[in-house]
T-cell receptor, first 109, second 118 residues
């Protein structure tokens, strides 16, 4: 399984754009990059998934460069409720998810 | 919107007792999982289940653990003889709907069962 590395924590203010970068140097050809969000005492929640280039949904954007060795989750105009742990995962098919420690994002007023 | 449900939300048990954690996955999903998260630590994979059998399990999932899908809707995790270190939040997840259209790595997690072993 490809290992991922992401910052332990990030701080932001309401209304700012937040970019969380994840490196996955050993990503395999059939791996997809997936991001999950977790609030305290809740299960992780899927945010977005991509294979290459850019993916956007109503919640976030995911930027993946051509070499796919890294990815950036972009959260536009964060609010206090975006305070959570964000996990970057790499997996293929219906394989199990291997969670790292994630990035604790703290949004302040 | 369909969701994964888990019962109970909190289970307190004595060391050495058996516990059964219950989950109702999303109805058209085909893949089922159990994860656990010890307080303050990362989410850890326990087991995956597909086509009525275990498809993958981690080192944590030893002989004390078992899973079952007894009736086509429930998915249970049994811990035969609980230990103090089994205290954690246990999450059930499901994925792989027959209707398609969902990213295949999108696992839907339940709210969790907090297991406290005394």
């Amino acid at each position: 399984l490809a290992k991922t590395t992401q910052p332990i924590s990030m701080d932001s203010y309401e209304g700012q754009e937040v970019n969380i970068t994840c490196s996955h140097n050993n990503i395999a050809t059939n791996d997809y990059i997936t991001w999950y969000q977790q609030f305290p005492s809740q299960g992780p929640r899927f945010i977005i998934q991509g294979y290459k280039t850019k993916v956007t949904n109503e919640v976030a954007s995911l930027f993946i460069p051509a070499d796919r060795k890294s990815s950036t989750l972009s959260l536009p105009r964060v609010s206090l409720s975006d305070t959570a742990v964000y996990y970057c995962l790499v997996a293929s098919g219906y394989s199990t998810l291997t969670f790292g420690k994630g990035t604790m994002l703290l949004v302040s007023p | 919107e369909p969701e994964v449900t888990q019962t109970p939300s909190h289970q307190v048990t004595q060391m050495g007792q058996e516990v059964i954690l219950r989950c109702v996955p999303i109805s058209n999903h085909l893949y089922f999982y159990w994860y656990r998260q010890i307080l303050g630590q990362k989410v850890e994979f326990l087991v995956s289940f597909y086509n009525n059998e275990i498809s993958e399990k981690s080192e944590i999932f030893d002989d004390q653990f078992s899973v079952e899908r007894p009736d086509g809707s429930n998915f249970t995790l049994k811990i035969r003889s609980t230990k103090l270190e089994d205290s954690a939040m246990y999450f059930c997840a499901s994925s792989g709907g027959t209707s398609g259209g969902s990213p295949f790595n999108e696992q839907f997690f339940g709210p969790g069962t907090r297991l406290t072993v005394l």
